[in-house]
């Protein structure tokens, strides 16, 4: 049986959700933002607008926040990047076959937790720290920080990418420093080494089931 998130992967979702529904709010004038910023906060307030549009319907099911992350969030996601770096090593020796249908049951897998993350958020609140990165190495860090009601505030950071098509792409989340890929990385790896690849991607596919009904 493949192996839940543990906690800390929990805890990456639970902030990231966090960060898409406490961004609405800002009163930051546009023209004071990074093209990568504007777009974390442009699909904050267009995630934050949908739960306020959906809330009788969230209530009665909570199942249809599958489709309102995939809608709104997904697209803003590299989702081939993502489960490359994911792989790591195991990437390379996957054939193309598998590596569709890994890429496929690794974005209902993020789905799937994120969402349950956001339906537990708990107004944690998000603030955006100084961009400081150059926009024309085309790979860039948006900080921020988690504000806890008591103790430290905790570093988290989304890392972003200019893709052919001029579109920035999210790659990963970062928290205290810590990857999100390369936590699943390490999860990906045990489970390969202990059933291989095929068991992976299926047992994948019967945890992501509920997404797809």
Request: negative net charge; charged residues 30%; aromatic residues 8%.
């Amino acid at each position: 049986m493949m192996i839940m998130p543990n906690q800390l992967i929990r805890k990456f979702l639970l902030f990231f959700a966090a960060l898409m529904l406490s961004l609405g709010p800002l009163t930051v004038s546009a023209e004071a933002l990074s093209a990568p910023e504007i777009l974390v906060k442009n699909a904050s307030d267009d995630m934050l607008k949908a739960l306020e549009e959906h809330d009788t319907e969230l209530e009665e099911d909570p199942t249809k926040i599958y489709s309102l992350v995939e809608d709104i969030l997904m697209p803003h996601f590299d989702f081939d990047k993502m489960s490359k770096l994911a792989l790591g090593k195991n990437w390379r020796v996957a054939d193309a076959e598998q590596r569709i249908r890994f890429t496929e049951e690794f974005r209902l897998l993020l789905i799937r937790t994120y969402s349950t993350a956001m339906l537990e958020y708990s107004n944690e609140e998000i603030r955006l720290l100084p961009f400081r990165d150059d926009l024309s190495r085309k790979r860039v860090s948006v900080p921020m920080e988690v504000v806890q009601p008591a103790g430290p505030a905790i570093p988290m950071a989304l890392s972003l990418y200019l893709n052919k098509q001029d579109e920035w792409k999210v790659y990963d989340v970062k928290i205290d420093g810590i990857s999100l890929v390369t936590n699943y990385r390490s999860s990906f790896a045990n489970e390969i080494r202990a059933g291989g690849m095929d068991k992976l991607i299926e047992d994948l596919a019967k945890r992501n089931a509920k997404v797809k009904s």
